[in-house]
């Protein structure tokens, strides 16, 4: 038997040296490398340098002459405004359905984890035309609200309404994963020590996902000061009312006014980079595990 098996040795051949899956040959690795820094310099570095590069053009005084303009103010207060009211109702949003759906056992899970996922896949204009139909004048409750003197579309309600809907999976689904592997373990003992339901959350699940949180809470920040789609739909274009920052910018550029309007997404991209870099300070300081919502 030990002869055949050194036969068959002989006739195979030294068995390879094992050899890492990550070890590749220095060439390789310089190749990929390249290949990503070229990407992304290509696709990401060199559209963002263009942007203010564009809109720093005419220098300083042109571009601090077109963010204090009116209608800038108004878009940059309005995309505050509206930012400052969807990320805190799909803060709450997140918290209730990543609690339930992590912590119980329910029928229809599932379908509510599907739902949630829901503005990922439909375009946000047919999300923006969805509230059109709900509430136009042709509609069941627009000429009811209407008569009630409620303003949905054309108004800040409606530009709210659609922002919500395509920033709310982003805390929810930071969430849901991490709560799911932390399991309900901290919690059944802090209610079998007596604690009630909100101490339970405040002082055993909120210190646990507060990290996730935060991070849920600086991606939907950021779609929602930089959505145009849904927002553009049910807006209506009113200069100086209802014009977000990205809109105003489409209408700057229509208009060939290109240091304005680069003006304007030169802030929007600062607002994108401070995003950025809280992002990566999260991760640097609890670790890309906590900070993305995979404890």
Request: neutral net charge; proline residues 5%; aromatic residues 12%.
């Amino acid at each position: 038997m030990v002869e055949a098996v050194r036969s068959a040795e002989a006739y195979l051949g030294k068995p390879p040296a094992f050899r890492s899956p990550a070890d590749e040959r220095p060439l390789a690795k310089a190749l990929l490398i390249l290949v990503g820094l070229l990407f992304l310099a290509f696709f990401l570095l060199l559209p963002l340098v263009s942007v203010f590069v564009e809109a720093f053009r005419k220098g300083w005084g042109e571009y601090l002459a077109a963010l204090v303009e009116p209608d800038a103010v108004s878009a940059i207060r309005l995309t505050l405004l509206v930012a400052a009211i969807s990320v805190p109702l799909n803060l709450v949003f997140g918290l209730t359905a990543a609690w339930a759906i992590a912590k119980f056992e329910f029928k229809g899970k599932s379908f509510l984890i599907t739902l949630i996922d829901l503005p990922f896949s439909v375009s946000p204009v047919i999300s923006g035309l969805v509230y059109v139909l709900l509430f136009s004048s042709h509609s069941l409750l627009g000429p009811w609200l209407k008569s009630h003197g409620i303003e949905i579309l054309f108004a800040v309600p409606g530009i709210v309404l659609a922002t919500v809907f395509v920033t709310f999976p982003f805390v929810a689904r930071e969430l849901i994963p991490l709560m799911q592997e932390q399991g309900t373990g901290d919690e059944e003992a802090a209610l079998s020590l007596g604690a009630s339901g909100w101490q339970t959350f405040w002082y055993v699940t909120l210190p646990n996902i507060k990290w996730g949180l935060l991070y849920g809470v600086l991606l939907c920040n950021a779609r929602a000061m930089g959505e145009f789609g849904a927002v553009s739909v049910v807006s209506g274009h009113v200069r100086g009312l209802t014009n977000t920052m990205p809109l105003h910018v489409e209408i700057l550029y229509n208009e060939y006014n290109f240091v304005a309007a680069f003006a304007v997404a030169s802030l929007l991209a600062l607002l994108a980079l401070v995003t950025l870099a809280l992002k990566t300070l999260l991760e640097l300081r609890f670790g890309a595990g906590n900070a993305g919502g995979r404890h």
